[in-house]
Nanobody, 123 residues
């Protein structure tokens, strides 16, 4: 099993930066691909970014491409989401999730989820 705990959310001004972290428990963390998703009030949970188990490949939604970067440190069982050039439309609860081996942009394919961290971008 994998337990996930997000941190680093908060209030940021438009154009600013924020770094989210997701700490994972479990010795098999390095076998899991990791993803970040977000959910704004009244909207569905959307894919943000994903990274392979090795960290060699990353994927990002078009809406955040060039602004957000996903990375991971398997030695520390942690995955990160660096958010730059934040926009008001980035306001949402951000969730990290774990999926066995391969990445996916589909939330239903992820097996483990964190509790989420709120990100609010003020314009």
């Amino acid at each position: 099993q994998v337990q996930l705990v997000e941190s680093g959310g908060g209030l940021v001004q438009a154009g600013g930066s924020l770094r989210l972290s997701c700490a994972a428990s479990g010795r098999t963390f390095r076998n899991y691909a990791m993803g970040w998703f977000r959910q704004a009030p009244g909207k569905e949970r959307d894919f943000v970014a994903a990274i392979t188990w090795s960290g060699e490949s990353t994927y990002a939604a078009d809406s955040v491409k060039g602004r957000f970067t996903i990375s991971r440190d398997n030695a520390k069982n942690t995955v990160f989401l660096q958010m730059n050039s934040a926009k008001a439309e980035d306001t949402a609860i951000y969730y990290c999730a774990a999926k066995w081996v391969t990445t996916s942009p589909y939330s239903y394919e992820y097996e483990y989820w964190g509790q989420g961290t709120q990100v609010t971008v003020s314009s």
